[in-house]
């Protein structure tokens, strides 16, 4: 069977970690050629063995035996690189967000959608054994008619100021993750949002035209809601905790551990503190995700997760930006026309 040709666009952080897991974990897959702005991140590409490294995405494009791109990008980046990819005939998985302007998203969804080509958006949470469990076990009634979902999502530290600045604001960097897990773990559609913000972490943030702390209400088509908390500091560590509650019971899924040992002693009781951030607590998930999307390239089906899943989240993003703003719930209808 022949392999499918990979490309990754963009050798951050996360772009290391889907070069990795490509090359290390799917036989079934060959990485072709990486691109990267920055000609230091060569090396990259020499410590994995692909054989081409490009610093422009238009020539690495150009190779005919390409199948797939992977794009790891800055955010501002990802509209024209899944645009320029899809017209190229490649499938695409694309880290989230598309882009920031809902109607910038609608119009890169048809370009891929006439073009013919696969698109997938890397909402990695989605594939967290974890929380997968969870849902499975709502979609299988162990819970019950579901009815309230809590769902906290601290960081350890909050980003460089100069990423605030363009990433179009917590709710659309950060709390994007969250918007879409309510949608996943319920399998309900939010019809409003509400929303309080505040700075209580960094004052440049705050200049910065940003939030660092948050909460976050949202309320599905069937009245049963989800709260969301979010702070951009949790001085003990990456804080990612699910926790949904129905008519028959409640499930819980708790932080991830390096360990799981507890010292008890005269002073006290100690453990360590949680994976230190997305990149540990995470691991497992991005290596699962990219393997449902090969496996769906390979057989043809539907992409686990698709463009709406995108356009949806940023919706919600932006109701709850809007609902801060003006003090009020809004109503998801306002945003998607």
Do not use: W
Not at 159 to 182: N, Q, R
């Amino acid at each position: 069977m022949k392999k499918l040709k990979f490309a990754v666009a963009g050798l951050g952080r996360i772009g290391k970690i889907h070069l990795k897991n490509l090359s290390r974990n799917f036989p079934e897959v060959e990485v072709v050629a990486v691109m990267d702005v920055s000609d230091e991140s060569k090396s990259i590409a020499d410590e994995f063995h692909v054989p081409d490294f490009f610093t422009d995405y238009d020539q690495m494009l150009n190779l005919p035996e390409l199948d797939v791109v992977v794009i790891c990008s800055p955010t501002d980046t990802h509209a024209d690189y899944v645009i320029k990819a899809a017209k190229a005939g490649k499938h695409i998985f694309c880290e989230k967000p598309l882009d920031l302007s809902l109607d910038r998203v609608e119009e890169v969804l048809k370009i891929v959608d006439d073009c013919g080509v696969k698109l997938m958006l890397g909402f990695n949470r989605r594939f967290d054994p974890e929380f997968k469990k969870i849902r499975q076990l709502i979609s299988a009634g162990a819970i019950g008619d579901l009815q309230i979902i809590k769902i906290t999502s601290r960081d350890p530290g909050p980003p460089p100021i100069e990423y605030i600045k363009v990433s179009g604001g917590m709710f659309l960097d950060m709390t994007i993750h969250d918007f879409d897990m309510a949608r996943f773990i319920s399998g309900k559609q939010v019809k409003e949002v509400f929303a309080k913000g505040a700075v209580m972490v960094d004052p440049e943030i705050g200049k910065a035209g940003d939030i660092d702390t948050a909460i976050i209400t949202l309320i599905f088509e069937d009245d049963s809601m989800a709260v969301i908390d979010n702070c951009r500091k949790a001085v003990y560590g990456y804080d990612q905790r699910l926790e949904v509650f129905g008519s028959k019971g409640m499930a819980q899924a708790e932080n991830n551990f390096p360990n799981h040992h507890k010292l008890f002693t005269e002073s006290g009781v100690s453990s360590d503190l949680p994976l230190h951030f997305f990149l540990e607590r995470y691991d497992t998930s991005y290596n699962l995700e990219m393997g449902e999307f090969i496996d769906a390239l390979a057989s043809g089906s539907n992409m686990p997760v698709g463009g709406e899943a995108g356009l949806l989240s940023i919706a919600i993003g932006l109701a709850a930006k809007k609902s801060v703003d003006e003090s009020r719930i809004v109503r998801i209808s306002e945003i998607i026309k």
